[in-house]
């Protein structure tokens, strides 16, 4: 709960007062405006932090007159994952009369500032994956402020949305080693989210199935930059001597970037080297050759928080749930495994 010196709700004279400053100055920094020194302002931040202070008006909008607001946090927009996700929640929140004020936290210097603004103007927010530190997550809950995780742990007391990936990912490893692909190389950071560790955590329990150690990930951003860059070290290795026989790559986006670039260097796919991908965006049915994947409901994914979020705001439900969707294994020409079959062949919740 957040907390003043009695106990109720902390306002900006309880921060001032911490933080031993004057309301002007601690107004300042709270609103971003007019100068303000750097100590001033880590004194201010350090004092929210510690009161878990929001402003005034969010904890009104909650008890009395709500925004018909809801706060989207996302690490970044890059990419199609992104998009389908804000249509799915953007679609959602239309139908049942709630705008989205949508925040951006990559290349944010102080993120958590901008999320205590963000949670003043709405009703609740939705934080996907890596968007937020769990501290600042926990502030929030802690400021009574409704909360939804996306693509991430399950965090007490908040509701989480996410999907299944570490079972899906294991059945698309142990078909490529059913088809004697041995030497696979995971491509995406692990550290970067949660969803990635835990297609890493599949993908090393296939491999240790069948007596095998799963080699260190390469671990790149999943961006088609760093897809490109990949395969364009990949074509260095003398002979193929150097390269993996399979690439199971964490999105999409990297494994497409890989696909066309080894394909333009002379390696032929899946031929070569087998490359899947995860997300199954509108691109992988139609390259050539198509590209295996998960297909992931990304759209669903942002309807169902949506509809958590509102279900919290409204009253309607007051115990957290967590929700895990299913994923379906897409096999496409690109794994060598079922050349033409560009059907879903499992689904896993």
Request: proline share 6%; with cysteine.
């Amino acid at each position: 709960m957040p907390s003043g010196p009695t106990g109720r709700p902390a306002t900006i004279y309880d921060v001032a007062a911490l933080a031993q400053l004057s309301i002007a100055t601690v107004s300042r920094v709270l609103q971003g405006t007019g100068p303000v020194s750097a100590k001033a302002r880590a004194r201010v931040d350090q004092a929210a932090h510690e009161l878990n202070y929001v402003p005034l008006r969010a904890a009104r909008s909650l008890a009395v007159q709500r925004h018909e607001a809801h706060g989207l946090v996302l690490p970044d927009l890059a990419g199609p994952f992104y998009g389908d996700l804000l249509m799915g929640y953007e679609r959602w929140a239309g139908e049942h009369g709630q705008s989205v004020v949508l925040t951006v936290t990559h290349g944010n210097p102080d993120p958590s500032r901008t999320v205590r603004d963000l949670a003043s103007r709405v009703d609740g927010v939705v934080v996907h994956g890596n968007a937020l530190g769990l501290e600042v997550i926990r502030d929030l809950k802690r400021a009574n402020v409704p909360v939804v995780v996306v693509a991430h742990p399950p965090v007490t007391g908040c509701d989480s949305v996410r999907t299944e990936s570490a079972a899906s990912a294991e059945e698309l490893t142990a078909r490529l080693l059913d088809h004697r692909r041995r030497e696979l190389l995971f491509v995406g950071d692990p550290a970067s989210s949660y969803d990635v560790s835990e297609r890493y955590a599949g993908f090393a329990k296939a491999m240790s199935a069948r007596g095998l150690s799963a080699p260190e990930p390469e671990r790149v951003p999943l961006t088609e930059a760093a897809g490109t860059a990949l395969a364009e070290t990949l074509l260095k290795a003398t002979g193929g001597g150097g390269r993996p026989e399979g690439l199971v790559c964490a999105n999409d986006e990297l494994a497409l970037a890989l696909l066309k670039g080894l394909r333009a260097g002379g390696v032929a796919v899946p031929e070569d080297v087998v490359v899947t991908g995860w997300d199954d965006v509108m691109a992988a049915r139609y390259v050539s050759p198509g590209l295996t994947t998960v297909r992931q409901p990304m759209a669903e994914l942002g309807r169902l928080a949506a509809q958590r979020l509102h279900e919290r705001v409204t009253g309607e439900r007051t115990r957290a749930r967590n929700d895990v969707l299913p994923t379906e294994l897409v096999l496409r020409d690109s794994c060598g495994t079922a050349p033409g079959d560009g059907t879903a062949t499992a689904v896993h919740n």
